[in-house]
């Protein structure tokens, strides 16, 4: 039995004891492969017990994918919650069954010629719109995700949402094939996009390229390969997690002496220190321990909600 994603062979008669390490690597995804056989991987690669992802990327797509471990899950939600941008390219004369250029061509149709700038186009899909997400993805109908349906020859249509395109840029390349960068919303499905950007110019079209160049404030030139990760030692692999708290830097700070402290691990409510504005905080200890999120509400009361466990096993740099 091999390791997942080129790694060496493993001996199935040892059983590895897996490591408490909290932290964040910075992944860049090669095309093919789910982003949980990623997830897996580095996971083994680094021996940790508790992995999570911040974001799904299909098969095709490659780039940017945010891993946390350890305590650094408890925080994966502000990447899912935050904008993320993305470049590829639109195939146009042919829609596929999933929308992308793994699926099976379901639709032909001729390419008329383009328009003498994108820009009008760019516009008309740049702010709050509505997408219908596609058959094949993982959103859930009665505890399935809507892929199975679709696989078994039963699709099972979505209800359209909201999301929020924040930038779109559009350049042709040929006279069939588009490429663009857009930032978006989390929720946004860029297949759909791509499809709707295609009936916008009178034809159809799929998603050909994908990929993710930054996520919550991460950008993809600070990721590593698997296949390098694979090359280095485990000191230097511990070297690339950055800590829990690099999730939440676009968050406010504050730090407590040690008497509020002891009240925030104990998850008591605290007076906020003059001038803290409502919403979410990140606090520290004496020291600058990272101690966890907390939230600042009108009354000027701190609610701890989400600590971090004390003697944690974090190998990951100090935040600055």
Same mark, same amino acid.
């Given at each position: 039995?091999?390791?997942?994603?080129?790694?060496? +062979?493993?001996? +199935?008669?040892?059983?590895?004891?897996?490591?408490?390490?909290?932290?964040?690597?910075? /992944?860049?995804?090669?095309?093919?492969?789910?982003?949980?056989?990623?997830?897996?991987?580095?996971?083994?690669?680094?021996?940790?017990?508790?992995?999570?992802?911040?974001?799904?990327?299909?098969?095709?797509?490659?780039?940017?994918?945010?891993?946390?471990?350890? !305590? %650094?899950?408890?925080? &994966? %939600?502000?990447? *899912?919650?935050?904008?993320?941008?993305?470049?590829? !390219?639109?195939? *146009?004369?042919?829609?596929?069954?999933?929308?992308?250029?793994?699926? %099976? /061509?379901?639709? &032909?149709?001729?390419?008329?010629?383009?328009?003498?700038?994108?820009?009008?186009?760019?516009?008309?899909?740049?702010?709050?719109?509505?997408?219908?997400?596609?058959?094949?993805?993982?959103?859930?109908?009665?505890?399935?995700? $809507?892929?199975?349906?679709?696989?078994?020859?039963?699709?099972?249509?979505?209800?359209?949402?909201?999301?929020?395109?924040?930038? *779109? &840029?559009?350049? +042709?390349?040929?006279?069939?094939?588009?490429?663009? !960068?857009?930032?978006?919303?989390?929720?946004?499905?860029?297949?759909?996009?791509?499809?709707?950007?295609?009936?916008?110019?009178?034809? /159809?079209?799929?998603?050909?390229? $994908?990929?993710?160049?930054?996520?919550?404030?991460?950008?993809? !030139?600070?990721?590593?390969? +698997?296949?390098?990760?694979?090359?280095? &030692?485990?000191?230097?692999?511990?070297? #690339?997690? $950055?800590?829990?708290?690099?999730?939440?830097?676009?968050?406010?700070?504050?730090?407590?002496?040690?008497?509020?402290?002891?009240?925030?691990?104990?998850?008591?409510? /605290?007076?906020?220190?003059?001038? *803290?504005?409502?919403?979410?905080?990140?606090?520290?200890?004496?020291? #600058?321990?990272?101690?966890?999120?907390?939230?600042?509400?009108?009354?000027?009361?701190?609610?701890?909600?989400?600590?971090?466990?004390?003697?944690?096993?974090?190998?990951?740099?100090?935040?600055?």
């Amino acid at each position: 039995m091999t390791d997942v994603v080129g790694g060496a +062979p493993a001996d +199935p008669g040892v059983r590895r004891r897996r490591r408490d390490i909290d932290g964040v690597l910075l /992944v860049d995804k090669p095309r093919g492969g789910s982003s949980n056989t990623i997830l897996q991987h580095v996971r083994y690669l680094l021996n940790a017990s508790k992995a999570g992802h911040g974001g799904t990327l299909d098969p095709l797509a490659t780039g940017l994918l945010v891993v946390c471990f350890g !305590e %650094a899950t408890k925080f &994966s %939600a502000q990447l *899912l919650e935050g904008g993320k941008t993305y470049t590829g !390219e639109i195939q *146009l004369g042919t829609r596929t069954d999933t929308g992308d250029a793994e699926g %099976a /061509v379901i639709e &032909s149709a001729v390419v008329p010629p383009f328009p003498s700038e994108f820009d009008p186009l760019a516009r008309r899909f740049t702010g709050e719109i509505t997408q219908q997400p596609p058959n094949y993805s993982a959103l859930k109908h009665q505890g399935k995700p $809507l892929y199975e349906y679709a696989r078994a020859g039963t699709p099972v249509s979505a209800k359209p949402r909201s999301i929020t395109i924040h930038a *779109l &840029s559009i350049v +042709p390349i040929g006279h069939d094939r588009l490429g663009f !960068e857009v930032t978006c919303s989390s929720g946004t499905y860029v297949r759909s996009l791509a499809e709707d950007l295609s009936v916008a110019l009178g034809t /159809v079209g799929h998603l050909a390229t $994908l990929r993710r160049t930054a996520s919550g404030g991460f950008r993809v !030139e600070e990721a590593i390969s +698997p296949e390098a990760l694979e090359r280095f &030692s485990m000191t230097e692999r511990e070297a #690339r997690l $950055l800590p829990p708290d690099a999730l939440l830097r676009d968050v406010p700070a504050w730090d407590v002496d040690a008497a509020t402290t002891a009240s925030i691990r104990q998850g008591r409510v /605290v007076p906020a220190a003059p001038g *803290l504005a409502a919403g979410r905080v990140r606090l520290y200890g004496p020291s #600058r321990t990272f101690l966890g999120l907390g939230e600042v509400d009108d009354a000027g009361q701190v609610q701890p909600v989400r600590l971090l466990a004390t003697g944690g096993g974090q190998v990951g740099r100090k935040a600055g």
